[in-house]
């Protein structure tokens, strides 16, 4: 039984496929203890972020552009027994009654802005939400020519992860897991990546019990673009902290490198 097309598919289906990324927690919770007035991250998901920025204590708001994303993680919120203003909105073009001092986009949610005129509309509408000296954090990552050239259409399975929510009465038993497997088409030129996945989720016997077939486009952005686009949206002062991939830790570096994650920050001035 095969999942109609969806972006990034469910709600619950997501919080599977990227339980496993976690090590960048720390510099969010980190990122949002520094701040010293309100902060709002953008494209909040179901909070794999914002929920650790709550438990440690920080008051944060979300926004999110996609309806289902921001009532599942209003009803996870309500669950733990955490509040926080969760919010339905377009990063290019929201606005709220407050300004921040810290404004953030994690996990190469930026990268969601598939021309210039997004990427910098995106940046724009942030400063205009930032306080005098307020903070625009972004983590994307770097290209990589050698990742790049394996965006060749060809299905491989990049990773498999525990599964815990119920899809059936026997999920509950130990076992189940959501095995991932992308195919990538990259335009070099347009610096466009397009990816179809499947996720198939496997019970104990090792039998495929449902399929999710999903889709979702990004457009990577180098270092010196970045920069530009930073400037065009009239930020003065930025800087780019290169760090490791989540699967090595994601550890700050002294230098870049293709593939690295950058941190970006930007502050208003």
């Given at each position: ?89 377009d990063m290019r073009d929201f606005t709220r009654p407050h300004r921040y001092s810290l404004i953030f986009i994690a996990f ?86 397009w990816i179809t996945r499947q996720v198939e989720l496997i019970d104990p016997a090792g039998r495929v019990a449902r399929t ?23 930020f003065k002062r930025f800087a780019a902290e290169p760090r490791t991939g989540y699967a090595a830790g994601f550890a700050p ?17």
């Amino acid at each position: 039984m095969s999942a109609v097309k969806e972006y990034y598919g469910p709600p619950d289906l997501y919080d599977v496929v990227y339980s496993d990324i976690r090590d960048d927690i720390p510099l969010w919770v980190g990122e949002a203890r520094a701040a010293r007035g309100r902060v709002l991250e953008l494209a909040c998901g179901t909070g794999r972020v914002l929920i650790p920025c709550l438990e440690a204590g920080v008051p944060i708001e979300g926004l999110d552009i996609t309806e289902a994303m921001v009532g599942y993680l209003k009803e996870k919120l309500a669950a733990r027994g955490l509040k926080a203003e969760i919010a339905a909105g377009d990063m290019r073009d929201f606005t709220r009654p407050h300004r921040y001092s810290l404004i953030f986009i994690a996990f190469n949610s930026f990268l969601h802005n598939l021309t210039a005129a997004d990427q910098l509309a995106t940046l724009r509408c942030c400063r205009e939400h930032l306080e005098s000296d307020g903070k625009l954090v972004i983590n994307i990552f770097h290209p990589d020519s050698r990742k790049l050239i394996e965006h060749d259409g060809v299905p491989r399975v990049i990773k498999t992860v525990p599964y815990a929510a119920a899809v059936a009465a026997s999920a509950a038993e130990p076992g189940w897991q959501a095995r991932v497997t992308d195919a990538g088409r990259c335009d070099p030129v347009e610096q466009h990546i397009w990816i179809t996945r499947q996720v198939e989720l496997i019970d104990p016997a090792g039998r495929v019990a449902r399929t999710h077939d999903l889709a979702f486009e990004l457009r990577y952005i180098y270092k010196p673009e970045m920069e530009l686009l930073l400037t065009l949206a009239g930020f003065k002062r930025f800087a780019a902290e290169p760090r490791t991939g989540y699967a090595a830790g994601f550890a700050p570096k002294p230098n870049p490198e293709e593939g690295d994650r950058l941190v970006w920050s930007a502050w208003k001035e």
